[in-house]
């Protein structure tokens, strides 16, 4: 027993010395390594940001957690320490950008705040007035290029500073200019005149085109397991064809398009003509193949999802042709859903939805992509699958179907898709939508509408995507616009009919180095195979309208913008003399066949560490009923319009940015009719219900996501 505990000891004591003994050298390391940079500033500097400033010198300042007099004590985050040479010839690489963006009198000083083991730098910077560009000119274009399309193109203009970068950047314009018009190898000589008497500069450029040249031979290289017939599928450039820079650019984004390749370089083979008359030039495309198969795991939470994970799995080249094979898996409101039901409180917000429609979604594809069809232009996809989806208060739907789709890659970057749809399966939805708006209120008859039904659409949709970014986007425009038909020419039931039109449109405008300003609008229409009642018959309940929540309307909680109809279940109410038991209200979204959106957000960056973002918005939306087709309400008519201020916190993360947005509703709760629901059929009680007016706490909405809103 004695030798034990002395084993023992001998073990456990230098364990427990070890954690001691590491401070204390991580502490000597840290002490011989100089002091801990807990702030890096920047004064004066209007021309130049502090972003570009900061990462043109070698001192750089540690992380938040390492500079925060808050959390710093605990010893957490990265830590940059101060070099007193560098930090001198920081000095002097501020001085030359200066003088390189045409700020010849740019005058640097600099204050050092010791404190213990932290420094704190701070740079005064006055920038003085800078050397202004007073004439451009170019010689040799006349003859080839629309000489002002150039000038106008040209990043330095005239009475701009003289940046010698935008100078340089100029003459690459010029070169791609060129180059796009069938002149592989023009060169252009710089030449100016800086005057720092009168702070003006003069500069020229003298093009040399060279021989107008076209493709000799198109040679490719790389390639092992996929076909070299699929690479020159994929390639824009032909022989005898006039050679031009853009061919090549598209021909490298085909080939990433196609999924199959880690990487891509189409071009010249030469990279100066053989001689003053070489006119043929022969293109290289080399190419490195990736993996051919790729799986992919994931799982999250959402307020309406609950959990959720999905997986998939997918081959490339299938059967040699580049085509690509995929197999998907996706389930939510897993926790809230049967037959996965967990404690209904790991989702809170789910709680107010019906238990029938707390259902385990999913949805089983697999999917057959042909990324060249018939010609590079084209690309085809064929898909079947098997879904269940439930949307919050309003419905579920079952189905199977499978789709058709062709896309056209135009020249103007303006893909156009032509499908078809075709599913089988049923929605179910509230009795009292079906109630209020097709007046059907005995409950045998209302099971009609969610029997099974065939329902086949064909579909025509535009994209035309100029953003900088897909997941967080600060520059640029999206627009989309699709129509869709269902009617007995398509093989629909007569139940599943109608003709819809989608218009949205979303412009994003950069603020500074990283803030940003986005606004979007969208605008919707539906029709049915005829009108009936107070609403349109043979409108599936699912292709409705719906807004409110985290991507429409802030303001609102998810489907609770517009009309909505109420089912009465609590304490007593008396119909025809009978004493009728009730137990709580039930309020589903009846949706519309109108709608508009509007959404405006300011995104400002928090700090310098670039991951997080405030934001300030303003959504405005509204969802009209149609009642007729010759109605009389024109497309402007905004009178139902409802508008939803909030305020929001953006977070940097690998899967894009994690937002919490929370928003102020000024309105009242929607009147609607409000019925009582007896065994077999629902009993008008009142027809412009209102609830009880909401607590100021009550009309503040709380989303948490993963991505920007639009």
Known sequence: ???????????????????????????????????????????????????????????????????SSLVSWIGLGAKRYFDETEFRRDVLRIRALYRQSGFAEAV????????????????????????????????????????QDVYEALPLQVGDPFNRLLMRASADTIRLRLADTGYPFPEVFISFDELREGRTAEVQFEVV?????????????????VSERVVRRAVAVEPGKVYRQRDLYQSQLNLYRAGIFNYVRVAPVDTVPSGPDDTLVTVRVQVSEGAMQRVRVGAGYGTIDCFRVLSSWSTSNLF???????????????????????????????????????????????????????????????????????????????????????????????????????????????????????????????????ENQRQGTLSLAVVRDRRNSIFNPTRGTLFSGEFRHASRYTFSDERARFSKVTLEFSSYHAIGRRGAFAWRLRWGTIFGAGFRGRGLDSIPTEERFYLGGANTVRGFGQNEMGGVVRVVEGDTVTVDGQQ??????????????????????????????????????????????????????????????KITPGVGLRVSSPLGPVRLDVAYNPYGPTPSQLYLQTRDQLILLDQSFTPKEPTFWQRLRVHISIGQAF
């Open 320 to 450: 040699g042709g580049g085509r690509r094979l995929e197999l998907g898996a996706r389930f939510s409101k897993i926790g809230a859903g049967d037959p996965m039901n967990f404690e209904r409180s790991v989702c809170p917000v789910l709680e107010q939805d019906e238990p029938e429609r707390l259902v385990l979604n999913y949805n089983l594809s697999a999917a057959l992509e042909e990324p060249f069809f018939f010609s590079r232009q084209f690309g085809a996809r064929v898909s079947v699958f098997a879904e269940r989806f439930s949307e919050f208060r309003a419905y579920v739907r079952q189905a199977v179907g499978g789709d058709v789709s062709v896309t056209y890659r135009t020249p103007w970057r303006l893909p156009i898709t032509l499908s078809y749809l075709l599913t089988y399966g049923n929605t179910q939805a509230d009795p009292a939508t079906i109630c209020a708006l097709l007046n059907v209120c005995r409950l045998e008859d209302a099971e009609v509408f969610g």
């Open 209 to 225: 085109s060279g021989a107008r040249a076209r493709v000799e031979a198109v040679e490719v290289t790389g390639t092992q397991k």
């Open 1 to 67: 027993m004695t030798r034990a505990r002395h084993a023992a000891r001998a073990v456990l004591l230098p364990l427990a010395l070890l954690p001691l003994l590491t401070s204390q050298l991580a502490g000597q390391e840290e002490e011989s390594r100089g002091l801990v940079v807990r702030g890096l500033t920047f004064d004066g500097n209007r021309a130049i940001d502090d972003n570009t400033l900061r990462v043109s010198i070698a001192t750089s300042h540690s992380s938040w957690f390492a500079r």
């Open 580 to 641: 009728q038991p009730i137990t709580r209200f039930r309020t589903s979204p009846i949706g519309s066949n109108d709608l508009f959106l509007l959404n405006a957000e300011l995104r400002i960056p928090l700090g310098s560490s670039g991951r997080a973002f405030g934001a300030l918005f303003v959504d405005a939306g509204q969802l009209r009923e149609r009642l007729s087709s010759d109605d009389g309400s024109t497309l402007g008519d905004l009178s139902s319009l």
């Open 108 to 147: 640097v000083d600099t204050l050092v705040r010791r404190g213990g083991d932290d420094v704190r730098v701070h740079f005064l910077i006055e920038e003085g007035e800078p050397i202004r560009v007073r004439s451009l000119r170019i010689i040799g274009l006349d003859e080839i290029l629309n000489v």
